[in-house]
């Protein structure tokens, strides 16, 4: 049966001090594990509350933010020793294009090309990045 105790979250910070972890860093990472205790309440942490934690991180929040939480609940779990309740990232998809909102349309580039008119390397570099 695992709990976390108020002396283990303590015990962590001073472990991110040492590893020369900075102020804000610590202070997120204390509380990301306080939030989680939060959402246990008072059930043993298993691997199935974290993974249910997971789930409800990933409604709730941006990939990125789910990942950096997930990292420190990861590097708490490690301190303690709790290796099997370590949980993966979840994949984040880059995109390669960028959304057409940020196109720009052709009157937009023909305005950019007349304005770089007078400089030819410009105008070309325009062209070439633009086409």
Not at 30 to 47: L, Q, R
Request: with cysteine.
């Amino acid at each position: 049966m695992r709990h976390i105790e108020s002396l283990q979250i303590e015990l962590f910070r001073q472990f991110l001090v040492e590893e020369e972890k900075s102020l804000a860093t610590i202070e997120k990472y204390v509380h990301d594990v306080t939030a989680f205790i939060e959402w246990v309440g008072d059930d043993d942490i298993e691997k199935s509350n974290v993974l249910s934690y997971k789930a409800q991180l990933i409604e709730n929040y941006a990939p990125a933010s789910v990942n950096s939480i997930l990292s420190s609940l990861n590097k708490f779990f490690s301190f303690c020793g709790w290796h099997e309740l370590k949980v993966k990232n979840i994949r984040i998809q880059r995109k390669i294009f960028s959304s057409t909102e940020t196109e720009l349309t052709k009157d937009e580039y023909q305005r950019l090309l007349f304005a770089a008119k007078d400089n030819r390397r410009l105008y070309l570099l325009m062209q070439t990045i633009c086409s």
